[in-house]
């Protein structure tokens, strides 16, 4: 069965973010005052084969460990769905 892993990744809360900084500066810069904080990431989509949706959670979990978030300075949360 294929599965649809939605993968978001963020940098852990503390580390400076100065993309997010800089796209807040521009958004003031646009006259969007009400913005008070932008943060960034990355998102992935991963569609996978897996036998179970235990299987695909796992196997995308540890995509995540060892290859698309850096743990010392970034987070992640992820869900899984079958995919059509």
């Known amino acids: 069965m294929k599965y649809c892993g939605k993968v978001v990744v963020t940098l852990k809360p503390g580390v400076f973010d100065p993309q997010g900084t800089t796209i807040r500066n ?3 810069a646009l006259a969007y005052r009400e913005v008070e904080e932008v943060e960034t990431g990355k998102y992935f989509k991963i569609i996978l084969e897996a036998a179970t949706k235990e299987e695909a959670k796992e196997r995308i979990q540890r ?18 769905e079958e995919y059509r």
């Not at 290859?67 to 869900?79: D, G, M, S």
């Open 63 to 80: 995509m995540c460990d060892q290859l698309l978030a850096n743990p010392v300075i970034e987070q992640y949360t992820f869900e899984v």
């Open 26 to 28: 521009a958004l003031h």
